[in-house]
């Protein structure tokens, strides 16, 4: 798997876009991001994944460059409730499922 | 979504005794995954439990030490043994559904003495 590398913290005020970095500039061709959180004193959480296409659900948007050496995950309107570790999560996907490889993550805290 | 329990939710445990942790899933899956967290830590995984089989360890993890119990689709267990206080840690289990998923348990917080 692709070694992934995000800031160990950020700030986001309440309400505004919060924009988190990831890269994965050894990401190989078939090889996913994927995007976790864990909220303090909880199991992590999936966000969304994808491959090389701009991704968008409930939850988020992810942005992968065109060369998909990085990304940015989005939260457009960041609540309180959005504090958590992000972890940026690169891998290929397999129809079986398989396990995933946990980094440091970026601690995002969201601010009054 | 899988919703996924684990008991105990936490425990304190004494030096050189064992602790099994278990896992119930409210539905079949094929694959269970059991993962360590250390404080202030990420996520490590320490094995890889399907029905029928032998758990597959990871670098780092032996079975005498994390024996692993998979009887059936939707339970398995993990148990910490003759523990030290290294093993105080939040451990967790999870499940994959489709290849880009998985959910998480609570997790179940050990401190050992």
């Known amino acids: 798997d692709a070694k992934t590398t995000q800031p160990p913290s950020m700030d986001c005020a309440e309400g505004r876009a919060a924009n988190l970095p990831c890269n994965h500039s050894?990401?190989?061709?078939?090889?996913?991001v994927y995007w976790y959180r864990q909220i303090h004193s909880q199991g992590p959480q999936y966000i969304i994944h994808?491959?090389?296409n701009n991704e968008t659900n409930e939850m988020a948007s992810l942005i992968i460059t065109e060369d998909r050496k990085s990304s940015t995950l989005i939260l457009p309107h960041a609540t309180l409730r959005d504090t958590a570790v992000y972890y940026c999560?690169?891998?290929?996907?397999?129809?079986?499922?398989?396990?995933?490889?946990f980094g440091e993550g970026t601690q995002l805290t969201v601010n009054p | 979504s899988a919703v996924i329990s684990q008991k105990p939710s936490r425990d304190i445990c004494q030096r050189g005794t064992s602790l099994t942790i278990q896992c119930q899933v409210d539905?079949?899956?094929?694959?269970m995954f059991w993962y360590r967290q250390q404080p202030g830590q990420s996520l490590t995984l320490i094995a890889t439990?399907?029905?029928?089989?032998?758990?597959?360890?990871e670098s780092g993890f032996v079975i005498d030490k994390f024996p692993i119990s998979r009887p059936n689709l939707t339970f398995s267990t993990l148990t910490v043994s003759n523990m030290s206080p290294e093993d105080s840690s939040i451990y967790l289990c999870?499940?994959?559904?489709?290849?880009?998923?998985?959910?998480f348990g609570p997790g179940t917080r050990l401190t050992v003495t």
């Open positions: 999870s499940v994959s559904e489709r290849a880009y998923e998985q959910y």
């Open positions: 050894t990401i190989s061709g078939n090889e996913y």
């Open positions: 994808g491959l090389k």
């Open positions: 999560i690169v891998r290929v996907r397999e129809t079986s499922g398989s396990r995933l490889t």
């Open positions: 539905s079949q899956v094929t694959m």
């Open positions: 439990a399907n029905q029928g089989s032998e758990a597959t360890y």
